[in-house]
């Protein structure tokens, strides 16, 4: 059940886009993204919920497709400070599982000057 | 920041030993988790609480068990702590499900 992340790391010059994609096996009610900078805690950046609805925080935006289980994040323009470990919390469509979240292995985001 | 304390932040034990993190809360927010966080496997679902005395298990929570007996506090024990046990452990809250989880700074716990 655990949702599958790619790639499993990349590195980017300052100003260069990425994607990183969470895949799952079931189907999705929702989607969170999480960055997490070494040593420090996991920090929510957005939700998409199913609908195909697509987000925005800063530079960094994601879209959700529920027919593909799918959802992508698009970092453009990288800055520095987008450095860290991405990581994609996934809630199944299924009653009972009281908003719980299953995160994936995650994306390490390396950008360089 | 949401207002959440772990303690403690590092702790070295023993094999066998009992261990109880505690996780706190200033923002009375219903939702509470405990999670893990090992190189390789991101981070898993312990256990949770939907409030007050309300909780279940999560995707590994063997070994583990919690209370909460207040909103803002949500203890996690481990009744005798193994070397596999070692691991980064994280507390979360949230206002409600499909709200954004916040994360407390985590527990560095070392099980020798």
């Known amino acids: 059940q655990q949702p599958v992340q790619s790639p499993q790391a990349v590195i980017l010059r300052e100003g260069e886009d990425a994607v990183i994609n969470c895949s799952s096996s079931?189907?999705?009610?929702?989607v969170h993204w999480y960055r997490q900078k070494h040593g420090e805690a996991p920090v929510f950046l957005m939700i998409l919920l199913k609908g195909g609805e697509q987000k925005g925080h800063e530079k960094i935006s994601a879209s959700f497709n529920e027919k593909k289980q799918q959802s992508s994040l698009y970092l453009t323009a990288s800055q520095l400070s987008y450095s860290g470990t991405y990581f994609c919390g996934t809630e199944m469509s299924y009653g009972g599982s009281q908003g719980n979240l299953i995160f994936g292995k995650g994306t390490k985001l390396s950008v360089k000057p | 920041d949401a207002g959440i304390t772990q303690s403690p932040r590092h702790k070295v034990t023993e094999t066998g030993t009992p261990v109880t993190l505690r996780c706190h809360q200033t923002?009375?927010?219903?939702?509470m988790y405990w999670y893990r966080q090992d190189p390789g496997h991101g981070l898993r679902l312990i256990h949770y609480s939907y409030g007050v005395k309300d909780t279940d298990k999560g995707e590994v929570s063997d070994g583990y068990s919690v209370s909460r007996s207040k909103t803002e506090d949500f203890l996690l024990t481990l009744e005798s702590a193994t070397s596999s046990q070692t691991s980064v452990y994280f507390c979360a809250i949230s206002e409600s499900n499909n709200q954004p989880q916040h994360f407390g700074d985590g527990t560095r716990l070392s099980i020798l």
């Open positions: 079931k189907a999705l009610y929702s």
């Open positions: 923002e009375n927010h219903r939702y």
